[in-house]
């Protein structure tokens, strides 16, 4: 079979399967199989495929079935103007947390230098993103999970940022190195009862550890709010994303810990989606 023939055949599976984004799935599936991009492999239709390598797109096509999510089985994702190396020991980058990367960049336009804290690193999408429309701008970030860091390590690597980050295996709540101009997070922010609701795609496979945020959903916003203090500069910027309905309880706890509330943004969808907030 060519390439076009067995692309059908795999968007047919994954379509009895439920799979949404079939047609995209199939095509980026055979990509990873060339170890080429997807334009090639569209542009190339008449190429025929190896034993192997059809056994190989027929495997990959049957972890998708499955609705693990492409990022893992890729071990890629893009994220910003980036490609960042990710597994399932990190949450899978989405473009409507870009939004925090934008609001960085917007605020700190006339900034020349700049010691950013990301809590809650994971693959470290969001910091090095920043870091690397921002020169001289230098970064630390922590996270809980042992293994999280290593993909991290792996991404700072990638991007050649050695020199501009630091990583701690640390909670929020036992951190206390530095004071930043700027501290950002995407932390867990869906209530625990509400995990079994979400897609397969999420439920089954991403990290429970960065995606519970307790009974309430603000458990960790909670911890990252009140600790921040510690380490964050008078005037520091906090930035945090949230559920799009906890813009008032988020913003009532910011107030109660002393932070201005500066603006709401809201994502892809015209929701809330990211608060921005200044240590008074």
């Known amino acids: 079979m060519n390439i076009f023939q067995t ?6 599976i994954l379509k009895k399967k439920g799979i949404k984004s079939y047609n995209l799935d199939s095509e980026i599936l055979m990509s990873q199989v060339f170890q080429k991009n997807r334009t090639d492999i569209i542009l190339n239709p008449n190429v025929e495929l190896s034993d192997i390598e059809i056994i190989n797109f027929e495997n990959l096509i049957k972890q998708r079935s499955k609705k693990r999510p492409i990022a893992y089985i890729t071990g ?5 103007k980036y490609e ?52 001289c701008f230098y970064g630390t970030g922590i996270d809980i999970c042992k ?22 295996k640390s909670d929020v709540d036992n951190f206390n190195y530095g004071k930043y101009d700027l501290i950002i ?3 867990p922010y869906i209530k625990t009862f509400d995990l079994k609701y979400l897609e397969k795609d999420i ?18 916003i909670k911890k990252i709010i009140c600790n921040s203090y510690k380490f964050i500069k008078k005037n520091g910027v906090l930035i945090l994303e949230i559920a799009f309905d906890q813009t008032n309880k988020v913003k009532k706890i910011l107030r109660e810990n ?22 008074k």
């Open 7 to 12: 692309i059908e055949k795999g968007k047919n």
């Open 76 to 80: 890629k994702k893009e994220f910003w």
């Open 84 to 135: 960042f190396t990710v597994t399932e020991d990190v949450l899978v980058p989405r473009p409507d947390t870009e939004i925090i990367v934008e609001q960085v960049l917007k605020l700190t336009k006339n900034k020349s230098s700049l010691k950013i804290l990301d809590i809650g690193i994971g693959s470290g999408c969001i910091l090095l993103s920043i870091l690397k429309e921002k020169k």
């Open 147 to 168: 293994k999280t860091l290593g993909i991290c390590k792996i991404n700072i690597k990638k991007l050649n940022l050695i020199n501009r980050v630091k990583l701690f």
């Open 185 to 187: 997070s995407n932390p």
């Open 203 to 220: 439920c089954d496979y991403e990290p429970k550890s960065a995606l519970d945020g307790g009974i309430d959903g603000l458990l960790e």
């Open 258 to 279: 002393g932070y201005y509330i500066k603006d709401v943004v809201k994502d892809l969808a015209n929701k809330n989606r990211c608060i921005i907030s200044i240590k």
